[in-house]
């Protein structure tokens, strides 16, 4: 938690990017097709993987705790079973489209780096 701000400043430009995202698709009704098929899966690694920190370091009291590389790769991997085998199978709203793993690797992967620059 000693120099946290690279990743705090992800976690906000994910958020920000997400609502905005949002806004425009729902109230503007603008389209644009590659942000509406992969924006939300890449903005909301580092939105669930800091939301998990956040819970543990509130649980065990610790403000030094960190997520493992194991723990963030099954997150990763957790968020494609759920997004992209399960929910299709249960849900005709819901389209396994394997680009997704991709937007989930590239936010995985901009946490890390976030981590790693924290460090």
Same mark, same amino acid.
């Given at each position: 938690?000693? *120099?946290?701000?690279?990743? @705090? /400043?992800?976690?906000?430009?994910?958020?920000?990017?997400?609502? /905005? *995202?949002?806004?425009?698709?729902?109230?503007?009704?603008?389209? @644009?097709?590659?942000?509406?098929?992969?924006?939300?899966?890449?903005?909301?690694?580092?939105?669930?993987?800091?939301?998990?920190?956040?819970?543990?370091?509130?649980?065990?009291? +610790?403000? +030094?705790?960190?997520?493992?590389?194991?723990?963030?790769?099954?997150?990763?991997?957790?968020?494609?079973?759920?997004?992209?085998?399960?929910?299709?199978?249960?849900?005709?709203?819901?389209?396994?489209?394997?680009?997704?793993?991709?937007?989930?690797?590239?936010?995985?992967?901009?946490?890390? /780096?976030?981590?790693?620059?924290?460090?």
């Amino acid at each position: 938690m000693k *120099h946290e701000k690279p990743i @705090i /400043i992800l976690v906000a430009v994910s958020a920000l990017l997400f609502l /905005i *995202h949002q806004y425009f698709q729902m109230v503007i009704k603008l389209k @644009i097709a590659f942000m509406d098929n992969y924006l939300d899966p890449a903005v909301l690694m580092p939105l669930l993987l800091y939301a998990v920190l956040w819970e543990r370091r509130l649980i065990l009291k +610790n403000k +030094n705790q960190v997520l493992s590389y194991t723990e963030i790769f099954g997150y990763f991997l957790l968020m494609v079973l759920i997004g992209e085998i399960l929910l299709p199978l249960f849900s005709e709203k819901f389209t396994a489209d394997y680009w997704d793993i991709l937007a989930y690797a590239f936010g995985t992967l901009a946490y890390i /780096i976030a981590k790693e620059v924290s460090r």
